[in-house]
C-alpha cells in the first residue's frame, strides 16, 4: 500500500490529473484522497469550473476591413489555383 | 473564409501578446493567412493545420514584437518563471504540524452551493481577465491558448515549441492563480 497523498500534495497533481499525465498507479492514489475528502474534492471541482469559465471570455473578431482583404486574397489564390482555360 | 473566421479571434488573442497594439495584431493575423495561403503547398500533415497556423502565427508575432521591441525570448517562456517553491495553494491553509499535516486547515467551498453568491457572469469575466494580464508571459500565452481558445496540449506544444512537461508547469501555476482569483472574488461577493 503506497503512502497516502495529503492535501497540500494533491493541489500540485491536479494539473497532472486532469492532463491525463500520471502512471495509473498515482492516478489511482490521487482518485482514492479525494473519494475520501471533501475539501480535496471541491478543489477539484473549483478547477474545473475555472477551467469552464475560461473558456468563456469573449473575443474580438478580426476587423471588418482586415476580413474583406482576406476574402479578396483567397478569392484571387482561388482563382490562381484554378486550371487555366 | 470559415476558418478565417472561426480561428482569427484566437490569433488576435494571441498575437496581442507579442506585439503592442490591437492594430499590429491584426496585421500580423493578415500576414498570417496569406503566408498560409502562399505556403499551403509546403503543409506537410505532420501536424494539425491549425498546429501550422499557429505556429506561423506565433512566429509572425514574435518577429514583430521584436521590431516592436515587445519581444518574449523563447529560453524565458521556457522558465519557469523565477517561481521557484510556488505552490498551487497558499501553504498558511493547510495544517503545518502534528498527524493531520498537509490536511486542509481552511478547505475550499463548493461554489455552486451558495446560491446567494451567484456569479455575476460579466464581473467574473473582468476578473478572470484581469488575473491573466498579471500572469507572467509564458503562463499567460499556454493558458490562453489553452483554456481560453481551446487548443490541444500537442498544438500549444508546437507553436510555442516549448517541452510538453513544461507546457504543464505553466499551464498548472496559470490555472492555480486563476482559481484563486475566482475564489476571492467568491469570498467578497
Redesign the interface.
Known amino acids: 500500500m503506497p503512502d497516502p497523498l495529503?492535501?497540500?500534495?494533491l493541489?500540485?497533481l491536479?494539473?497532472?490529473y486532469l492532463?491525463d499525465?500520471m502512471p495509473p498507479a498515482e492516478r489511482a492514489r490521487v482518485e482514492a484522497h479525494i473519494a475520501t475528502?471533501?475539501?480535496?474534492d471541491?478543489?477539484l471541482?473549483?478547477?474545473r469550473?475555472?477551467?469552464v469559465?475560461?473558456?468563456?471570455?469573449?473575443?474580438?473578431?478580426?476587423?471588418r476591413e482586415?476580413?474583406d482583404?482576406?476574402?479578396t486574397?483567397?478569392r484571387d489564390?482561388q482563382a490562381g489555383q484554378a486550371p487555366q482555360p | 473564409?470559415d476558418l478565417?473566421?472561426q480561428w482569427?479571434?484566437?490569433m488576435?488573442?494571441v498575437a496581442r501578446m507579442y506585439v503592442p497594439s490591437?492594430a499590429v495584431a491584426?496585421d500580423v493575423?493578415?500576414e498570417t493567412?496569406?503566408g498560409v495561403?502562399n505556403g499551403i503547398d509546403r503543409f506537410e500533415g505532420r501536424s494539425s493545420l491549425r498546429t501550422w497556423v499557429f505556429s506561423i502565427l506565433v512566429n509572425r508575432a514574435r518577429t514583430r514584437g521584436e521590431r516592436e521591441r515587445r519581444t518574449i525570448p523563447f529560453a524565458a517562456l521556457a522558465r519557469e518563471e523565477g517561481e521557484d517553491g510556488f505552490?498551487?495553494?497558499d501553504?498558511t491553509r493547510?495544517v503545518s504540524s502534528g498527524s493531520d499535516?498537509?490536511?486542509?486547515a481552511s478547505?475550499?467551498?463548493?461554489?455552486?452551493e451558495e446560491p446567494e453568491r451567484a456569479l455575476d457572469?460579466a464581473e467574473?469575466?473582468a476578473r478572470?481577465?484581469s488575473e491573466?494580464d498579471k500572469l507572467p508571459e509564458g503562463q499567460r500565452l499556454v493558458?490562453t491558448m489553452r483554456?481560453?481558445?481551446?487548443l490541444s496540449?500537442e498544438e500549444v506544444r508546437s507553436a510555442l515549441d516549448i517541452s510538453?512537461t513544461n507546457q504543464?508547469v505553466l499551464?498548472?501555476r496559470a490555472?492555480?492563480k486563476?482559481?484563486k482569483a475566482?475564489?476571492d472574488y467568491y469570498a467578497d461577493a
Open positions: 495529503n492535501c497540500r500534495e493541489v500540485e491536479v494539473t497532472d492532463e499525465a475528502c471533501d475539501g480535496c471541491a478543489y471541482i473549483q478547477m469550473e475555472t477551467i469559465a475560461l473558456g468563456t471570455l469573449p473575443a474580438d473578431p478580426l476587423s482586415a476580413e482583404e482576406l476574402r486574397a483567397f489564390w | 473564409m478565417v473566421r482569427s479571434p484566437s488576435l488573442r490591437q491584426e493575423v493578415q493567412w496569406l495561403l505552490e498551487a495553494v501553504p493547510f499535516i498537509g490536511a486542509w478547505p475550499p467551498v463548493r461554489w455552486w457572469s467574473a469575466v478572470i481577465q491573466i493558458i483554456d481560453v481558445d481551446g496540449s510538453e504543464r499551464l498548472h490555472r492555480a486563476v482559481r475566482l475564489e
